[in-house]
């Protein structure tokens, strides 16, 4: 069994979520993502934790495919206690794994699709600060794989026989 | 927090902002319609179109206006009297002084005794002291300078020439800014457009034919660096006071002057150097300057748009036009918004004066706002009214033609398929003027431009870059063509193109070009270089595809036929490079006048001399970004190699090409491939193979590859798809099969016969050269200008 926390806290907080991790599934192979600073501290604590760098090269996504492909049976991410932004947990989302969210003081909460507590915070920063342009793609990309595909399909052969054997009259130089 | 307070306030703001915005739209549409409708009947009882009068143009006046800008007459009048002398003719030079506090006058009169001045009692800025200048002029040339300019030798000469046409209303000088490190603005050539609903204005870099010819048209003429003709401009009004106290009123007169079936021109003959808002922005501060140039704008567009269709889009898309345009560099979205608004608040209150503009002007008027932009801003198009008075640009030889070659891609040498549109462009630069726009990617190097400019071709390049804009909702165009053919930039830098390039054809290659120009204007013959027929491309796909891909490749090819359809729409007339497209695009469009020329051209494959033959070794080449390419790959490794191998285990397999995708990478893992990737002497890697084998299903058009190894005198295996475009024979120029076990058996004759390769090989390069051959390709295509152009020259 695989275990991937994310450490998206401070140092003092990382080791105590690790060791009660490490205490909760003491048989699993524990891997846990922390930052560059607090990664030797937290590996010479805990020699037992495969510990990463959280910041690896190739971007997010080639990131998230990596870990899909790891299969963690549990995703854990650091939980602040408050209901503000982490983006963490939608990586753990995308894992498609049973994933939690643990604080320092032990305090556990599901992160799940239906629940908005997981994703609320992130699409609301998100939406706050983002570029019409890229909604609108957004947008425009949703309904081409939706309605537009539907209206496409009827409407293209009709198109298509309309336009089919009609006489070339090239338009006329301005 | 206060950019967070903002985010939030934006969407309820824009959303109270876009019914009022609309109301305001149509309330201004209304009463527009309104004035129209009731001054239309006097338009048409009042009809007086401009009837063009002989003027003596070897005299000028030359008005500047000044408030307070001492320094800057300091460096225009020595080079402006200077000017004047080498020049010669009895010019008047006159400087309108807008009460001016630091000398100005007295300086003048002091050190300038040869200029008349005109000293107003106070600021009447940009316009109306422009008309006090024009009051004392009495020459039947004005020229109107700015005052922060300082005029370069021969500069009034091109001026007066280009006015003793009578149909020039104005002619334009090149401007360049006094300091060179400056982004060039302004720079006298001038175009517009109206795009969803609004104005775009720009001044371009003038390309090499504007700079060659000695006129070119522009939208309009600079009012501080040009010369008009005097009787045309009060006819006209002068500069409109609707505009004060400046920006948008030379515009509001050259536009006045287009419509009214004048021309205005520009030359690059004649130039200045320009301090470049050297008053305004200093004395009235950026924010008023632009605050005053939209609202202009706006006027300009009440004032002078008479097309219905064109103000109505105007104002009703005026409240979405106010938001988007509300992203202003340096300001927050709220600030953008305001200023937006409050500059439509500011011309409000005009809307009375510019509607009696309006209805003045509308009895003048022969042009429509649609040829006004075509005209003004394509060579070609003004070149149909303007004939001579653009002056004439010369062929590489007497009767060449001047072309314009529009390609997705700059054909090179030893590269993709295209060194076969470089060695018929080659051929063709001997005789006719050639611009060749195109394709590049990111970061290619110059190469394959330099090696077609050396060749006499003029190469303007633009860099290809993915669409950023949301669209295609319903499917109508292709997903690749949209995504990677569909970005605006890419279709401006083809519309700038055709409008700057003198040309007499337009010559498409590729069908990504001819997607692009779906929609562009139009001011020559098209013919179009069909190398890949869309929709029998993605049919043959879908001819190939199995399961569920079946019904999505299906669907692919309706979609990819329907768009080619609308596309071939313009075009005059098409070449083919195989029967095979030819035949698919005629049954689909009646009476589409379609050629079939083949390509070709010698082949650049390199010597190979001192390599050996290796046994049972077959090469496949091919640029694997092209999708028939990796299919074909495929199939040959997956279906046909292990019916090979089964007789013969030690066959293989040799993959070479450009952009291998990871589907062929993982090809070489098989049992006697290898995937070699790009390799530079593809002669010697043809001398190693054995065979040369085709196994291409898809696809269309004349293929390069098959012209390569027959000049390499390789005995060739292929698909009946990929000797289309050729007259080749089974068993005569090379051997073709369809199946796998038919091809593996071909492919497994030919290595064990090598007399059959050697016949084959020589049969093939035999073939190539008579049918290939450049000029007989060349000599197709002059046949296809001729029937275009009207006649051999």
Redesign the interface.
């Known amino acids: 069994m695989k275990v991937a926390v994310f450490l998206t806290t401070g140092r003092a907080a990382a080791d105590e979520l690790l060791g009660r991790v490490r205490a909760r599934w003491s048989m699993a192979d524990v891997v846990a993502f922390a930052n560059d600073e607090d990664r030797d501290w937290l590996r010479a604590r805990h020699p037992d934790v495969d510990l990463r760098r959280d910041k690896p090269p190739g971007g997010k996504v080639a990131f998230v495919r990596a870990l899909r492909r790891e299969a963690f049976a549990e995703v854990v991410v650091a939980w602040h206690g408050g209901e503000r932004l982490q983006p963490l947990r939608l990586v753990a989302l995308a894992l498609g794994r049973r994933a939690v969210a643990i604080d320092e003081r032990g305090r556990e909460r599901r992160v799940a699709w239906w629940a908005p507590w997981s994703w609320g915070p992130h699409l609301l920063r998100r939406g ?2 983002a570029d019409p ?1 890229q909604v ?2 957004l ?3 949703a ?2 794989a939706t309605i ?2 539907l ?3 009827a ?3 009709l ?2 026989w309309l ?9 006329r ?2 | 927090m206060r950019a967070a307070l903002q985010a939030l306030l934006l969407p309820w703001l824009a959303l109270l902002w876009l019914p009022i915005g609309f109301a305001l739209g149509l309330s201004l549409l209304l009463a527009i319609l309104v004035v129209d409708a009731v001054a239309w009947p006097f338009a048409v009882r009042r009809r007086r179109p401009w009837q063009p009068r002989p003027r003596d143009a070897s005299a000028a006046s030359i008005v500047t206006v000044t408030w307070n800008g001492r320094h800057h007459l300091e460096g225009l009048l020595p080079s402006l009297r200077r000017e004047v002398l080498a020049t010669g003719g009895d010019h008047q030079v006159i400087v309108v002084d807008n009460g001016s506090t630091d000398g100005t006058v007295e300086w003048l009169r002091a050190e300038h005794p040869w200029v008349e001045i005109v000293a107003l009692p106070e600021n009447r800025y940009f316009v109306r002291g422009n008309r006090a200048g024009v009051e004392r002029a009495t020459r039947d040339v004005l020229v109107f300078l700015n005052n922060d300019m300082v005029v370069q030798p021969g500069f009034l000469g091109p001026l007066l020439d280009g006015l003793r046409d009578p149909r020039v209303f104005a002619v334009a000088a090149e401007v360049f800014f006094k300091d060179p490190r400056k982004r060039r603005e302004e720079t006298g050539r001038t175009r517009g457009e109206l795009r969803a609903g609004w104005l775009k204005l720009a001044h371009v870099l003038p390309s090499r034919d504007e700079r060659a010819l000695a006129y070119a048209p522009t939208l309009w003429a600079g009012g501080g660096s040009a010369a008009f003709d005097r009787a045309a401009y009060l006819a006209i009004g002068g500069f409109d006071e609707l505009y004060d106290p400046f920006y948008m009123e030379d515009m509001g007169l050259s536009y006045e002057a287009w419509k009214r079936g004048f021309l205005v021109l520009f030359t690059a003959r004649s130039s200045v150097l320009h301090e470049h808002r050297g008053t305004s922005r200093k004395a009235f501060g950026d924010d008023y300057v632009d605050a005053m140039i939209r609202r202009n704008q706006h006027l300009f567009l009440w004032r002078n748009l008479t097309s219905t269709p064109a103000i109505a889009r105007v104002l009703l898309l005026l409240p979405i036009g106010v938001l988007l345009r509300s992203r202003r560099p340096g300001r927050s979205r709220l600030q953008g918004l305001w200023f937006e608004v409050r500059a439509l608040l500011r011309a409000l209150p005009r809307l009375p004066q510019a509607l009696a503009g309006r209805c003045r002007s509308r009895p003048f008027h022969v042009r429509a706002d649609a040829d006004v932009f075509a005209h003004a801003n394509s060579i070609a198009a003004c070149r149909r009214r303007a004939g001579a008075a653009l002056g004439e640009l010369p062929t590489p030889r007497p009767g060449g033609r001047r072309i314009l070659v529009l390609s997705a891609r700059l054909p090179r040498l030893g590269h993709d398929g295209s060194w076969t549109v470089f060695r018929r462009l080659a051929a063709q630069a001997k005789v006719h003027r050639l611009t060749l726009f195109g394709f590049v990617e990111p970061g290619d190097d110059d190469g394959a431009a330099a090696a077609l400019r050396e060749l006499g071709i003029e190469v303007v390049t633009a860099v290809r870059v993915r669409n950023p804009m949301p669209g295609n909702l319903h499917h109508a165009i292709p997903a690749r063509l949209w995504r990677d053919y569909g970005a605006p930039a890419m279709r401006d830098a083809v519309v700038r193109a055709l409008e700057s390039v003198d040309h007499e054809l337009v010559q498409i290659e590729y069908p990504e070009m001819l997607h692009l120009l779906h929609g562009a204007p139009k001011h020559a013959p098209w013919l179009y270089v069909c190398h890949e027929s869309l929709g029998l491309a993605a049919s043959r796909v879908a001819a190939v595809a199995r399961g569920p891909a079946r019904l999505v490749a299906w669907f692919r090819a309706v979609q990819a036929t329907a768009h080619e359809l609308r596309l071939l729409r313009p075009v005059d007339h098409v070449i083919a490079l195989s029967d095979a497209d030819s035949r698919f695009l005629g049954e689909r469009i009646q009476g589409l006048p379609c050629t079939v020329v083949p390509c070709g051209g010698e082949v650049d494959i390199g010597e190979a001399a001192a390599v050996v033959e290796e046994p049972a070794t077959a090469l496949f080449v091919g640029y694997f970004r092209h999708g028939p390419n990796v299919e074909g790959a495929q199939w040959l490794c997956e279906a046909i190699l292990p019916l090979l191998r089964q007789g013969l285990p030690q066959a293989r397999v040799r993959l070479v090409g450009r952009d291998a995708p990871p589907a062929v990478q993982a090809l070489a893992e098989r049992p006697g491939v290898e995937v070699a990737g790009y390799v530079a002497d593809l002669g010697a890697a043809m001398a190693q193979a054995t065979v040369v084998v085709l196994p291409l299903r898809q696809g269309s058009g004349l293929r390069g590859k098959l012209l390569e190894a027959w000049a390499a005198g390789k005995a060739v295996v292929a698909t009946r798809v990929a000797c289309e475009g050729t007259a080749a024979r089974d068993g005569e120029h090379c051997l073709i099969a369809d199946e796998p076990a038919a091809f593996a058996a071909a492919v497994a004759r030919l290595f064990g016969d090598p007399e059959l390769r050697a016949r084959l090989g020589a049969a093939g390069r035999d073939l190539a050269q008579r049918q290939h051959g450049t000029a007989g390709i060349v000599a197709a295509y002059e046949q296809v200008y001729a029937g275009l152009c009207g006649g051999a020259r």
């Open positions: 706050v600060t342009l609108a793609r947008g425009a990309a309904y081409r537009g595909l209206l496409a399909v409407w293209l052969p198109r298509l336009l089919r054997g009609r006489r070339h009259r090239p338009g130089a301005a």
